[in-house]
C-alpha cells in the first residue's frame, strides 16, 4: 500500500517562504516521477512542479524561479521549497507519485496572507 504523508504547511506572510515535505513508502521510491499539485478554492488543480527519476524537473510557469522541487531518495522524500510566497500561492498542496499520478497525499494547506 503506497502512502505518501505531506507535511510542512502553514501561513506565512507575501515575501515569505515555506518548505513542504512528501514521505512515501510502500513503493520503490527510486523509480518513479514525483510532483507535486495545488488547488486553490474555485480553481482547477495544477502541477507545480516534477521530478523524474533521474532528477530531471520542470515547473508550471507560475512558480518558475521562486520555487524548487528536489528528492532524496535515501530518505524516500520530495522535497517543495517555496520561495517569494505570493497570496495566489495560497491552496492545498498534494504530493504524488507516477507520471501521471497514481498515488496523492491527502494535501497540505498553504495560505499566504498579510
Known amino acids: 500500500q503506497v502512502q505518501l504523508v505531506e507535511s510542512g504547511g502553514g501561513s506565512v506572510q507575501p515575501g515569505g517562504s515555506l518548505r513542504l515535505s512528501c514521505a512515501a513508502s510502500?513503493?520503490?521510491?527510486?523509480?518513479?516521477?514525483m510532483a507535486w499539485y495545488r488547488q486553490a478554492p474555485g480553481k482547477q488543480r495544477e502541477l507545480v512542479a516534477v521530478?523524474?527519476?533521474?532528477?530531471?524537473?520542470n515547473y508550471g510557469d507560475s512558480v518558475k524561479g521562486r520555487f524548487t522541487i528536489s528528492r532524496d531518495n535515501a530518505k524516500n522524500t520530495v522535497y517543495l521549497q517555496m520561495n517569494s510566497l505570493k497570496p495566489e500561492d495560497t491552496a492545498i498542496y498534494y504530493c504524488?507519485?507516477?507520471?501521471?499520478?497514481?498515488?496523492w497525499g491527502q494535501g497540505t494547506q498553504v495560505t499566504v496572507s498579510s
Open positions: 504524488t507519485q507516477g507520471s501521471p499520478p497514481d498515488y
Open positions: 521530478i523524474n527519476r533521474s532528477g530531471r524537473t
Open positions: 510502500g513503493s520503490i521510491f527510486i523509480i518513479y516521477s
